[in-house]
């Protein structure tokens, strides 16, 4: 939600100088909202921001993004986006345009978004280490999903030639790679941690055997029965191998990548709340483990922002796929509408020229690394 009331009010115009379309002020959940509900790029780090989670100076639409109805569609889903979460926002005349169905696109991540508060509740070495393999398991894990899109993007980046675009795709993918021997390391810890068979001495066991969670799946099982953060992301491989277009790549992949909202930012929430966990027991080995856990949830954080940044590179060549077929229009799955009569939504005549203070980010921004 809103960091403060002055984050509220954002103004969506076409800057004078550059022909941009762009939205100055808001907080960290707005430039989540921008980025993943209506395609919008961040654009610099505020200075004043937090450097565990810096704020964009501002956001705009893909430098490529010049047809004058899609920036319409793109503003005007912005403001009705960030109307609905109770923001102030102010478009401009010339980008307002009517939209229809609902505005907000729920998150992949939202799926498995009561998976840190249950490693918190455990209370059990095993207990954690089975919500952790969700997260790894090599056949129906998010990570090694996550991957997968990755790797696909890759390839399908590499298909649009030009040796700029090809290194960024190289780069893409030795990110995958690296982050596939990050699950592996992961996964190999939840399978010491549940051989720890501890009780955590802060949690109060209950009568019984000690696992209080229901028997999760530790083996390959049928994709009718795949948790559906996985089916998701197993759906968005697919649409990458066949998008026509560079801007419906990039639609799919800020699922991953986008900042408080992506799978990526979520997951490394996760696995920090399970390392803090695991620092509980309190013996020195497993503080040893509990660090490493962290340290690789911290370079997931690290990666997640790098992604994000190729995934802004990748929109803003705006090119339909040599070998694809014709490019979606602005109605497709990159953007959902907004409903015609927009609330909250103010006009005005010029852009913004200055950027709206806000407070400390949201308690969903990336935590500070632990001290050791």
């Avoid at 005007?76 to 169905?101: G, H, K």
């Avoid at 490693?119 to 398991?137: G, K, P």
């Avoid at 340290?295 to 590179?313: P, Q």
Wanted: contains cysteine; glycine residues 6%; charged residues 25%.
């Amino acid at each position: 939600m809103p960091d403060s009331g002055s984050a509220l009010d954002i103004t969506i115009a076409r800057d004078r100088k550059t022909g941009h379309v762009t939205a100055r002020g808001g907080d960290h959940f707005a430039s989540a909202l921008l980025q993943h509900s209506a395609g919008f790029l961040p654009v610099g780090h505020r200075r004043d921001s937090s450097p565990y989670a810096p704020l964009p100076a501002y956001h705009r639409l893909p430098a490529g993004l010049t047809d004058r109805r899609e920036q319409q569609h793109h503003a005007s889903l912005a403001a009705a986006v960030l109307a609905r979460i109770a923001y102030r926002p102010s478009l401009a005349p010339d980008l307002d345009a009517p939209v229809t169905d609902d505005p907000f696109r729920e998150p992949l991540s939202w799926t498995f978004s009561d998976l840190g508060t249950r490693i918190d509740r455990c209370e059990h070495t095993s207990d954690v280490a089975r919500l952790l393999r969700e997260f790894t398991e090599p056949a129906d894990g998010i990570l090694p999903h996550t991957v997968q899109v990755l790797r696909s993007a890759s390839r399908w980046w590499q298909g649009l030639g030009g040796d700029a675009g090809h290194g960024r795709a190289d780069r893409l993918e030795r990110i995958a790679k690296t982050l596939a021997s990050h699950t592996r390391t992961i996964h190999d810890l939840a399978h010491r941690l549940e051989a720890r068979n501890a009780h955590h001495p802060y949690r109060s066991p209950v009568p019984g055997p000690h696992s209080s969670l229901p028997e999760l799946r530790t083996t390959s099982v049928p994709p009718t029965l795949r948790t559906p953060a996985v089916l998701a992301l197993a759906d968005a491989k697919d649409r990458i191998e066949q998008a026509p277009h560079t801007r419906d790549v990039a639609w799919l992949l800020a699922d991953i990548t986008v900042p408080q909202l992506g799978v990526l930012d979520s997951a490394v929430i996760d696995l920090q709340t399970a390392a803090g966990w695991w620092q509980g027991l309190g013996t020195l080995p497993d503080r040893g483990y509990s660090d490493r856990l962290d340290d690789l949830a911290t370079d997931l954080g690290a990666y997640a922002r790098e992604l994000n940044k190729l995934r802004g590179h990748l929109a803003d060549r705006h090119l339909a796929h040599p070998h694809r077929g014709s490019h979606a229009t602005a109605g497709s799955e990159r953007a959902r509408a907004a409903s015609a009569a927009s609330p909250g939504r103010q006009h005005v005549s010029e852009p913004s020229t200055t950027v709206l203070a806000v407070s400390a980010p949201p308690a969903a921004a990336p935590a500070q690394p632990r001290r050791r």
